[in-house]
């Protein structure tokens, strides 16, 4: 039988002392969270989390019964303030705004919470009255593990951990982007390019799945996931100069693709512009394609050949799962995949000669 992993065992892993790693699993302040990261790391590594009671767990929320208690509970909404996770996103907005109309059709209310650091989220947040929570986008392992803690029901859109079991809501990206790809591919395209970094998140890295396994059913070559593929910007000029130096390279040895493929909508819209720039037509001489389908995607260059992604539907299907699971807590967990249509605009054509 394997030795149980003690918060002593992990101590002695990483040098530091037993009380540090209690005050990072703890969620307790007093601990920096580079530290904190370290320390739920080398747990997860150990075999911490796997083990019986590694979490310690309040006592369970009061499920829905009747409807006196749902008008005093409501459902905390969770979406950290960082890479554009906001409001007035034309992406997570619109999420929001799908798990805003389903709470209100159930009589329910919600809080938003954009807090994004594990040590302040205990003190903002007062788990009486809560029904569940619902996380969306990018959030911490740790905040995630503060969350689990506790013992609200979660699910999460957009955004899954390995450390958290729990109920999870995406657009269907992998057969989307290869529904995508070969629209490409029946338009005479064969030199592909995707422009976006795939580690940015889960959304990103399905996307490059689905593209590259529509260009190998095609027996076309796979670009390589190389320094080009991965942008580190998105939302700011970093994107656009790499881009221009990327273009200027590939314009000079004559090796430019004839279709772009790319992460999503903001990623499109700012390459665009730079195609334009660099005296390129969009589509006559390269095409162009983005995902997500925001309102700006209309507003381009050329207006974008892209993927609806339908975000309220999203946010309604998180809603009926965490309300589902709350009077289910025994059902086995999901994995709940929209699906996503292809929208056709200008910004596709036929390869250059």
């Known amino acids: 039988m394997a030795k149980k992993v003690t918060m002593q065992k992990i101590a002695d892993h990483l040098g530091v002392s037993k009380f540090v790693v209690s005050k990072s699993l703890s969620g307790k302040e007093g601990v920096n969270e580079t530290t904190r990261e370290r320390v739920i790391q080398a747990a997860s590594q150990l075999g911490y989390f796997t083990q019986k009671n590694a979490y310690v767990q309040s006592p369970k929320r009061r499920s829905l019964t009747g409807e ?9 909404v969770l979406m950290p303030n960082i890479r554009s996770q906001t409001q007035d996103s034309l992406y997570w907005g ?9 709470l209100d059709q159930e009589g329910l209310g919600m809080v938003i919470i954009s807090e994004h650091r594990a040590d302040n989220f205990v003190n903002v947040l007062n788990p009486d009255g809560l029904l569940g929570l619902i996380g969306v986008g990018q959030i ?3 905040l995630l593990l503060e969350v689990h803690r506790i013992g609200l029901p979660l699910v999460m859109i957009d955004h899954e951990d390995a450390l958290i079991p729990c109920d999870t809501v995406f657009a269907n990206n992998i057969d989307s982007m290869a529904r995508l790809c070969n629209h490409l591919i029946g338009s005479g395209h064969t030199l592909f390019h995707f422009v976006g970094n795939i580690r940015y998140s889960r959304s990103f890295g399905d996307r490059w799945i689905g593209f590259r396994s529509a260009l190998e059913e095609s ?3 796979t670009p390589a996931i190389d320094d080009e593929l991965l942008l580190e910007g998105m939302y700011d000029e970093a994107l656009r100069e790499e881009f221009r130096l990327w273009v200027a390279a590939r ?18 819209l700012a390459i665009s512009e730079v195609l334009q720039e660099a005296g390129l037509d969009i589509p006559a001489d390269i095409s162009v394609t983005g995902f997500d389908n925001i309102e700006d995607s209309l507003r381009g260059v050329t207006p974008l050949t892209t993927v609806h992604v339908p975000k309220e539907a999203m946010g309604r299907a998180a809603v009926e799962k965490l309300l589902n699971r709350i009077q289910n807590p025994a059902v086995p967990l999901e994995k709940i995949l929209i699906s996503a249509d292809i929208v056709h605009r200008d910004s596709v054509g036929k390869p250059r000669a």
């Open 68 to 76: 006196q208690d749902r008008n005093k509970q409501s459902v905390l």
């Open 94 to 102: 619109k999420i929001v705004d799908g798990i805003a109309m389903a």
């Open 140 to 142: 911490s392992t740790s």
């Open 219 to 221: 027996h076309l070559k």
């Open 251 to 268: 314009k000079e040895s004559d090796t430019l693709p004839t279709a772009l493929v790319c992460a999503n909508d903001f990623t499109a």
